[in-house]
């Protein structure tokens, strides 16, 4: 009798530490300004943030879609001999972005022509790509899919395989269709990659009055509005178009110069010009600048430091700055990662 009334009572237990769980959760998300602006279907917009670029702000997700693309996005099947995923670029643990070596490698162990950047707050971008060669999260895939150097696939492989696999009685139980589309693929990872909002950082509590700097992030931030933000607005801390970086022409890996948006444009204007990152989550997101060149924010801070003449100890206070965008909440966050219960049973 004793051990009947010890289960329930540790089953009671459970459901109550289950449902203060969901309710602490609930309160987080209200706390942290996520019970602001709804622009968009992926979720709640930060009270602090702007209104969502992408798509004006019209895109309309479905959960399933979401979590379809979720597998998807770390599914080797989408490269050409099922070695390669879009998380082998974009890892999850360091705000998926590209840390394993200064350019990111794709099928056969290639080495591409940059680093590959870091995913998240895309819904606040109208370009993709360090070059912006991509004007929308749903095409973006096709470029490392069909890139002889990345994925080394095509569609129409792509397409097959997936018909072939357990994902096409998934996908029509779950009223997305009776068999893979493209429009479906893309769609699905686009949906997934729009939930990966990061906001929850020191400064994002700052910003909205929760927390207070220290006197050193303090100075940090004015030095840092005094040199960077003509270039990293803040609350996203990138920018919309393309900016140099005063670094000199790469090498590409058939030797070429990398001259940046003008390999797109053709126009010698955009020479050496990049597309603006966020400096969120830098802690994660090593090594740095297109091409990976520093290793550390140090080395970018001393390239920086010719240009704008700040001193060694303004250096140092603002990158106790920089580190207040770090946002481990949204590294750590289960749903962003690969799932070990399997969605296809």
Not at 149 to 155: A, F, I, P, T
Request: hydrophobic share 40%.
């Amino acid at each position: 009798m004793m051990s009947v009334l010890r289960a329930k009572f540790h089953r009671i237990k459970g459901q109550r530490l289950a449902v203060i769980r969901l309710v602490f959760a609930c309160f987080s998300l209200m706390i942290l300004g996520f019970a602001g602006k709804r622009d968009c279907d992926f979720g709640l917009t930060p009270a602090h943030f702007p209104r969502p670029e992408y798509n004006d702000g019209i895109v309309r997700l479905n959960p399933y879609r979401v979590t379809l693309g979720r597998q998807l996005f770390y599914d080797p099947i989408l490269s050409q001999d099922s070695s390669v995923s879009c998380a082998s670029c974009h890892s999850p643990f360091h705000a998926f972005a590209h840390v394993d070596h200064d350019l990111s490698h794709g099928i056969h162990d290639s080495i591409l022509d940059r680093n590959a950047p870091a995913l998240f707050n895309l819904a606040w971008s109208r370009f993709f790509m360090w070059d912006g060669a991509i004007h929308r999260l749903d095409a973006q895939p096709l470029a490392p899919i069909t890139s002889a150097r990345e994925m080394g696939s095509d569609l129409k492989t792509v397409l097959l395989r997936l018909n072939q696999s357990p994902y096409k009685k998934w996908i029509k139980r779950k009223g997305l269709g009776d068999s893979f589309s493209s429009d479906l693929l893309l769609a699905a990872l686009r949906d997934f990659q729009l939930t990966l909002v990061s906001a929850t950082s020191r400064y994002d509590s700052m910003a909205m009055g929760m927390l207070a700097f220290s006197d050193q992030e303090n100075r940090g931030y004015l030095q840092f509005k005094k040199h960077c933000s003509s270039c990293h607005h803040e609350p996203l801390f990138n920018q919309k178009g393309f900016e140099k970086n005063g670094l000199p022409a790469g090498r590409k890996q058939d030797h070429s110069l990398d001259l940046g948006r003008m390999l797109v444009t053709g126009n010698s204007e955009d020479s050496l010009k990049f597309k603006v990152p966020s400096l969120r989550n830098l802690r994660y997101t090593y090594p740095y600048m297109h091409d990976g060149r520093f290793k550390n924010l140090q080395g970018v801070l001393k390239h920086y430091q010719g240009v704008f003449g700040f001193s060694d100890y303004e250096k140092q206070d603002i990158i106790a700055f920089l580190l207040t965008l770090n946002d481990p909440r949204f590294v750590q966050d289960p749903m962003h990662h690969f799932s070990s219960i399997k969605i296809l049973q």
